[in-house]
């Protein structure tokens, strides 16, 4: 009644105001508040929120005071659920009851999902897990880029037992992301197109069984797998070693170029671990020693236009000898022990341990420039003028 008045004075006005003539006057925006949805309601507030109640458990984790308050929130809570219940009829009432004790039963149990702490691996477990993880090297960076070829990788390594899990390790990306992040938006480096994975059996014996894919192709990758816990010995005899290697130098380049010298066991590379980077120097493992030798006379042959190879044979790891002092207990005096050619002190004593001829011969060689030359036993050598620097001051 109110918006009709409001309209029949607003005609009347524009009648006075126009003398009648209407033509020309728009009417758009009066149309539009007619097509409004009317004179706005007042909001109303929302009713105040109830704050959760502090579990029975977490009660007694609190101080004193809190537990009084805690426990006089919980006791008001339920006064107020009686009340709604006491006026309900019989029927409703009862099921409103049921209603209220499966909720409340329900958040107990959710507590006590919470509560539960999962236990946690042992050593012996992660020992066990790695016997059946398998180490994959020169995987084509593409499994990490697509599902499908993600899935034809693990269907290829399935054949030999059932897998439990899957992952990419030593990933080369193009942004300094987190690694997860990274993976996650698939930021790969263009330069690199390979890496690693590692694979987890559910059983030690199809783990071993997988080890016969070595050097075996997959997307014209040749893959170097081994086990993860326990690696195959290092051979050195039938291992050459690779220097002067380009920095983005790849596994397959050595495949192809050592191809003629004989059947490669494995081919690594040694990069840097966290930018993935070659650092120029590799070795090649070959299945037979003769191979060693056809691959020396590759040596100083170019890999690339700039890059000319290094090929040496690989040689032992060197182990430092180990000496030790021992003092006999009734005089105190130090007895000698030759073990190896090196000078040594014992930690506990601090005594010098004597060496031989041949090593005072050694040390007597290493002069520095500068330093006066001495003999084995510390005294010092005298200086004497020789007879040129005689004839020089005559003169």
Same mark, same amino acid.
């Given at each position: 009644?109110?918006?009709?008045?409001?309209?029949?004075?607003?005609?009347?006005?524009?009648?006075?105001?126009?003398?009648?003539?209407?033509?020309?006057?728009?009417?758009?925006?009066?149309?539009?508040?007619?097509?409004?949805?009317?004179?706005?309601?007042?909001?109303?507030?929302?009713?105040?929120?109830?704050?959760?109640?502090?579990?029975?458990?977490?009660?007694?984790k609190l101080s004193k005071r809190k537990q009084?308050?805690?426990?006089?929130?919980?006791?008001?809570?339920?006064?107020?659920?009686?009340?709604?219940?006491?006026?309900?009829?019989?029927?409703? *009432?009862? =099921?409103?009851?049921?209603?209220? &004790?499966?909720?409340?039963? +329900? %958040?107990?149990?959710?507590? $006590? #999902?919470?509560?539960?702490?999962?236990?946690?691996?042992?050593?012996?477990?992660?020992?066990?897990?790695?016997?059946?993880?398998?180490?994959?090297?020169?995987?084509?960076?593409?499994?990490?880029?697509?599902?499908?070829?993600?899935?034809?990788?693990?269907?290829?390594?399935?054949?030999?037992?059932?897998?439990?899990?899957? *992952?990419? =390790?030593?990933?080369?990306?193009? &942004?300094?992301?987190?690694? +997860? %992040?990274?993976?996650?938006? $698939? #930021?790969?480096?263009?330069?690199?197109?390979?890496?690693?994975?590692?694979?987890?059996?559910?059983?030690?014996?199809?783990?071993?069984?997988?080890?016969?894919?070595?050097?075996?192709?997959?997307?014209?990758?040749?893959?170097?797998?081994?086990?993860?816990?326990?690696?195959?010995?290092?051979?050195?005899?039938?291992?050459?070693?690779?220097?002067?290697?380009?920095?983005?130098?790849?596994?397959?380049?050595?495949?192809?170029?050592?191809?003629?010298?004989?059947?490669?066991?494995?081919?690594?590379?040694?990069?840097?671990?966290?930018?993935?980077?070659?650092?120029?120097?590799?070795?090649?493992?070959?299945?037979?020693?003769?191979?060693?030798?056809?691959?020396?006379?590759?040596?100083?042959?170019?890999?690339?236009?700039?890059?000319?190879?290094?090929?040496?044979?690989?040689?032992?790891?060197?182990?430092?000898?180990?000496?030790?002092?021992?003092?006999?207990?009734?005089?105190?005096?130090?007895?000698?022990?030759?073990?190896?050619?090196?000078?040594?002190?014992?930690?506990?004593?601090?005594?010098?341990?004597?060496?031989?001829?041949?090593?005072?011969?050694?040390?007597?060689?290493?002069?520095?420039?500068?330093?006066?030359?001495?003999?084995?036993?510390?005294?010092?050598?005298?200086?004497?003028?020789?007879?040129?620097?005689?004839?020089?001051?005559?003169?």
């Amino acid at each position: 009644m109110v918006a009709k008045a409001n309209m029949d004075d607003s005609k009347s006005l524009t009648n006075a105001l126009l003398k009648g003539d209407t033509t020309n006057v728009n009417s758009t925006l009066d149309n539009l508040f007619k097509s409004s949805a009317g004179p706005t309601k007042q909001a109303i507030a929302p009713p105040p929120a109830v704050a959760s109640l502090v579990s029975k458990k977490d009660i007694s984790k609190l101080s004193k005071r809190k537990q009084k308050q805690a426990l006089a929130e919980r006791a008001e809570q339920a006064a107020i659920k009686a009340r709604e219940l006491s006026s309900l009829p019989p029927l409703k *009432r009862k =099921r409103k009851a049921d209603v209220l &004790e499966s909720s409340e039963e +329900k %958040a107990e149990e959710e507590e $006590k #999902k919470d509560d539960v702490k999962v236990p946690k691996r042992t050593v012996v477990d992660e020992k066990e897990k790695n016997e059946r993880t398998i180490f994959i090297g020169n995987v084509p960076v593409a499994c990490c880029e697509e599902k499908s070829k993600s899935k034809a990788l693990k269907r290829t390594f399935a054949t030999y037992g059932a897998i439990e899990s899957m *992952r990419f =390790r030593s990933t080369a990306f193009s &942004e300094t992301l987190p690694r +997860k %992040a990274a993976f996650i938006a $698939k #930021k790969f480096h263009d330069q690199r197109s390979v890496t690693n994975a590692y694979i987890v059996y559910k059983s030690k014996e199809s783990a071993d069984k997988a080890l016969a894919m070595n050097g075996q192709l997959f997307m014209d990758k040749h893959l170097r797998v081994d086990n993860a816990a326990n690696p195959k010995p290092y051979d050195r005899k039938r291992s050459v070693f690779v220097g002067n290697l380009p920095f983005d130098a790849e596994e397959e380049e050595l495949w192809e170029f050592f191809a003629d010298c004989g059947a490669i066991d494995n081919v690594r590379l040694v990069r840097d671990k966290k930018t993935n980077i070659g650092k120029g120097i590799g070795y090649v493992q070959f299945t037979r020693r003769a191979a060693v030798d056809l691959a020396l006379a590759l040596d100083d042959k170019p890999i690339r236009e700039k890059h000319t190879l290094r090929i040496q044979r690989c040689k032992d790891q060197i182990v430092k000898p180990t000496t030790a002092t021992t003092t006999s207990g009734v005089t105190g005096k130090k007895s000698r022990t030759k073990e190896g050619s090196k000078k040594s002190t014992s930690k506990g004593s601090g005594a010098k341990v004597p060496v031989d001829k041949k090593s005072r011969h050694r040390k007597a060689l290493n002069v520095f420039e500068g330093a006066r030359a001495s003999k084995s036993s510390g005294n010092k050598f005298k200086i004497g003028k020789t007879t040129s620097n005689k004839k020089q001051k005559r003169h």
